[in-house]
């Protein structure tokens, strides 16, 4: 079974603080993605990698940072975080190649920025 | 650019009864097309895919999508709703027809079953 996980469940911080989520996945997976889901608006990718150290803005980059220094982790960094960042953090993964493959979720990080 | 769009919010039937799911997309290519669930407090599932091959596909837990081009859907149907199949269903669409492309999520419809 592919496996996606992610460092917290629950987070609480501080307007301004630096956050970091850590996503981590186990099937040797190309592609990783980091998305926000906010009521009534579904799924919107902040950013997404195809490869070690290669990153790629998604629709809602502002605000937001990505390191891949390895194949299977992926971290979003929130350089200053602010309220309205308040949201559940969910990251994925997938194999590349030729035609789109489906993306495995991790259970999601809820943050909460006070 | 290629989008999905999910026709109703939220979907509420009695258990027993049929479930359809509405979804069109919108794409310049040849698409691949994907429903999820996901449960309260959950993660996502992948309930079935469709990659261009039989336009008929079939999912887990009884769920089928049929992928009609001339209608640009993907509507999801299950013959008899049960009680665990209430959740918050995405219909997706590839951004690209590459390996190295995201998905595109809708915005999601809330299923409802009631007893």
């Known amino acids: 079974d592919v496996k996606v996980t992610q460092s917290s469940r629950y987070l609480v911080k501080r307007t301004g603080e630096k956050v970091f989520l850590e996503c981590v996945q186990d099937?040797?997976?190309?592609?990783m993605f980091w998305y926000r889901q906010d009521p009534g608006l579904g799924l919107r990718l902040i950013y997404f990698s195809y490869d070690v150290k290669m990153k790629e803005k998604g629709d809602i980059p502002e605000g937001y940072s990505v390191s891949r220094e390895k194949k299977e982790r992926f971290s979003l960094i929130l350089e200053s975080a602010s309220t309205n960042q308040t949201s559940m953090y969910l990251c994925?993964?997938?194999?590349?190649?030729?035609?789109?493959?489906?993306?495995?979720f991790g259970p999601g990080t809820r943050l909460t920025v006070t | 650019a290629q989008s999905v769009t999910q026709l109703d919010s939220h979907v509420s039937v009695s258990e027993g009864t049929p479930v359809l799911l509405r979804c069109n997309y919108s794409s310049s290519y040849s698409p691949s097309l994907f429903w999820y669930v996901q449960h309260p407090n959950k993660g996502l599932q992948l309930l079935l895919k469709?990659?261009?091959?039989?336009?008929l596909v079939k999912g887990i837990n009884g769920f089928e999508a049929e992928f009609k081009k001339s209608e640009t859907s993907f509507h999801l149907t299950k013959p008899s709703a049960h009680m665990s199949d209430a959740a918050e269903y995405f219909c997706?669409?590839?951004?690209?027809?590459?390996?190295?492309?995201?998905?595109?999520f809708g915005k999601g419809t809330r299923l409802s079953v009631i007893a």
């Open positions: 099937m040797d997976h190309e592609n």
């Open positions: 994925a993964s997938s194999f590349g190649g030729t035609h789109p493959y489906e993306q495995y």
């Open positions: 997706v669409v590839s951004a690209g027809n590459s390996g190295n492309t995201p998905l595109v």
């Open positions: 469709y990659t261009s091959a039989a336009t």
